[in-house]
């Protein structure tokens, strides 16, 4: 069945159109590079930070990066939202855990495929040797970044199955991470979750309370996935009956 699954993401027009935005969004840099200060936190950046910004930093994540991943989700959705796939399974705890191992393994393809175009771009510069220098940060971030994509993709499914619409789940989950975005533009508190995408080197004193913060929001979501579905599952066997 994964095999099936993933044969159908390689497929899907959804892939195709995201992966060729990226490509396109990345190739800009090659023919202006001055064009990666736009999306970074200092005004005169190093190469390989404004290169890692362009993709992960909080303009970039949240007016590009985010609304794409929420695109490359939907044959996620339409995968497990289908019928056929659901009666598959004889347990709700069982098709409900696949698909939050599924959205880890999503998570790994698509921030592995945005650094990859990060280092694509690293390398024609002659830049890859300072992401080998600075690989703790990088690995860390990685490994952030994996979670905070992982827990996004279990929040657009969660809100997705409260509301009954994708762009309900979509707003709902973009809610949170935008909203450090909006808090320090209005004087409101922050509470980092932006951070989990747009980790900085001067952010790492706070990586272990963000790392452990996605962890518990994963940990509780999928928890509360699972009696959501639970309980939809049991009001349509009433229905039936």
Not at 100 to 129: C, D, K, N, P, T
Not at 146 to 164: D, E, G, P, R, Y
Not at 198 to 208: E, H, Q
Not at 210 to 237: A, H, P, R, S, Y
Request: with cysteine.
């Amino acid at each position: 069945m994964l095999r099936y699954y993933f044969k159908m993401r390689f497929h899907a027009k959804e892939s195709k159109i995201v992966a060729l935005l990226l490509l396109t969004y990345s190739s800009l840099a090659y023919f202006n590079p001055n064009i990666l200060a736009l999306t970074s936190w200092e005004t005169n950046p190093k190469f390989y930070l404004a290169n890692y910004a362009g993709f992960f930093f909080w303009f970039a994540a949240l007016f590009l990066i985010l609304p794409l991943y929420a695109i490359y989700l939907q044959p996620n959705l339409r995968y497990f939202q289908n019928s056929n796939i659901i009666y598959r399974y004889k347990k709700i705890s069982t098709y409900w855990m696949v698909q939050v191992g599924i959205s880890f393994l999503e998570s790994i393809l698509f921030v592995s495929f945005l650094y990859l175009l990060m280092l694509m771009r690293a390398i024609f510069f002659h830049q890859f040797f300072r992401y080998i220098e600075n690989g703790s940060f990088f690995m860390k971030s990685y490994i952030l970044q994996v979670l905070a994509f992982t827990l996004f993709c279990i929040l657009f499914i969660f809100w997705s199955n409260i509301f009954k619409k994708p762009i309900l789940g979509f707003a709902s989950a973009y809610l949170l991470f935008a909203y450090d975005y909006i808090a320090a533009n209005v004087g409101l508190p922050q509470i980092y979750m932006i951070c989990a995408i747009s980790l900085r080197p001067k952010d790492v004193a706070i990586y272990r309370p963000v790392f452990v913060m996605v962890l518990t929001l994963i940990f509780v979501f999928t928890v509360l996935g699972f009696i959501v579905l639970k309980k939809q599952d049991q009001n349509q066997k009433v229905v039936f009956e």
